[in-house]
């Protein structure tokens, strides 16, 4: 048995709440990205459960795309299907040259279909399109420290300028492309804002602003340069519209977007169902 192999069962059935009759990993690779689902039948239950495949699952899966093993070439494979039945696993690997033009274009349905005839899926998120999971790169990774760096210094100026947290209330308007923080009915700090993105908990995505309809194009202008800067140099994170993410992914990409336009910080706004992410490009004191 390969290594990836039991590696990739360990982790799939974790997701499982309890015994289960038949789990399927389902997986899609190409350069940049992996996504993943499991499903799987609990007890005597008809229903068949859905669950996003963790960064864990993901990043293992990713880990035997990109390196192979004994018997499988480095990056050759487009799907995999992982099937546990009775305590047994059989994998299956499909290949670009094996899929029909335009088979790519959710694949997904049809495969448990196929797994799990005449029987209803329950998906556990409002999303029944699993979001996919950027791969992260060295050279990704590093911009991310430095980017963290350069924001975390922005952060502690502002806060010891202008006093961000200390009043009491705070408005910003998609009108105006302004963040005012006020006390006691009174204005004390202005600031000029972009919209980066923000992060939803319904659905454990990040959506960049410049993909987001309710946005003022003219709030999200200067980010269409981090775009542009990650299909420059590969940075899947920069470019896909929407993946999977949670708020610590919300602030690297605001880190990051703050890093490159040199913005003077950040901020956090939140709302009933996630985060949404700032750039603060000048501020200065209310006359």
């Given at each position: 048995?390969?290594d990836?192999?039991?590696?990739?069962?360990?982790?799939?059935?974790?997701?499982?709440?309890?015994?289960?009759?038949?789990?399927?990993?389902?997986?899609?690779?190409?350069?940049?990205?992996?996504s993943?689902?499991?499903?799987?039948?609990?007890?005597h239950?008809?229903?068949?459960?859905?669950?996003?495949?963790?960064?864990e699952?993901?990043?293992?899966?990713?880990?035997?795309?990109?390196?192979?093993?004994?018997?499988?070439?480095?990056?050759s494979?487009?799907?995999?299907?992982?099937?546990?039945?009775?305590?047994?696993?059989?994998?299956?690997?499909?290949?670009?040259?094996?899929?029909?033009?335009g088979?790519?274009?959710?694949?997904?349905?049809?495969?448990?279909?196929?797994?799990?005839?005449?029987?209803?899926?329950?998906?556990?998120?409002?999303?029944?399109?699993?979001?996919?999971?950027?791969?992260?790169?060295?050279?990704?990774?590093?911009?991310?420290?430095?980017?963290?760096?350069?924001?975390?210094?922005c952060?502690?100026?502002?806060?010891?300028?202008?006093?961000?947290?200390?009043?009491?209330?705070?408005?910003?308007?998609?009108?105006?492309?302004?963040?005012?923080?006020?006390?006691?009915?009174a204005?004390?700090?202005?600031?000029?804002?972009?919209?980066?993105?923000?992060?939803?908990?319904?659905?454990?995505?990040?959506?960049?602003?410049?993909?987001?309809?309710?946005?003022?194009?003219?709030?999200?202008?200067?980010?269409?340069?981090?775009?542009?800067?990650g299909?420059?140099?590969?940075?899947p994170?920069?470019?896909?519209?929407?993946?999977?993410?949670?708020?610590?992914?919300?602030?690297?990409?605001?880190?990051?977007?703050?890093?490159?336009?040199?913005?003077?910080?950040?901020?956090?706004s939140?709302?009933?169902?996630?985060?949404?992410?700032?750039?603060?490009?000048?501020?200065?004191?209310?006359?």
């Amino acid at each position: 048995m390969s290594d990836f192999y039991r590696r990739i069962g360990q982790q799939a059935v974790k997701l499982a709440p309890g015994p289960f009759l038949k789990l399927l990993v389902y997986s899609e690779a190409q350069d940049g990205v992996i996504s993943a689902d499991v499903f799987f039948q609990v007890g005597h239950d008809p229903v068949v459960r859905h669950r996003r495949a963790p960064p864990e699952l993901t990043d293992l899966i990713h880990e035997f795309w990109e390196n192979g093993d004994c018997k499988v070439q480095p990056r050759s494979w487009a799907a995999m299907h992982f099937w546990i039945e009775s305590g047994a696993f059989r994998t299956w690997l499909i290949y670009p040259g094996d899929l029909r033009p335009g088979e790519y274009l959710d694949r997904r349905p049809r495969v448990v279909a196929d797994y799990f005839p005449l029987t209803e899926v329950d998906y556990s998120k409002p999303s029944s399109t699993t979001p996919p999971v950027p791969v992260r790169s060295e050279a990704f990774e590093e911009l991310v420290k430095a980017a963290g760096r350069y924001l975390t210094d922005c952060q502690r100026d502002l806060e010891q300028e202008y006093r961000l947290s200390k009043w009491s209330r705070y408005d910003w308007s998609q009108e105006t492309g302004q963040l005012v923080f006020s006390d006691r009915g009174a204005r004390k700090v202005i600031a000029d804002i972009q919209f980066v993105g923000s992060v939803s908990t319904e659905t454990d995505t990040w959506l960049w602003a410049w993909d987001n309809d309710s946005v003022d194009p003219g709030l999200f202008e200067a980010l269409l340069r981090i775009r542009q800067y990650g299909e420059v140099h590969g940075f899947p994170h920069l470019t896909i519209p929407k993946w999977y993410a949670h708020e610590v992914d919300g602030w690297e990409m605001t880190s990051i977007a703050a890093f490159l336009l040199r913005a003077k910080g950040a901020y956090r706004s939140p709302r009933a169902n996630g985060v949404t992410f700032m750039l603060i490009t000048s501020v200065g004191w209310a006359i």
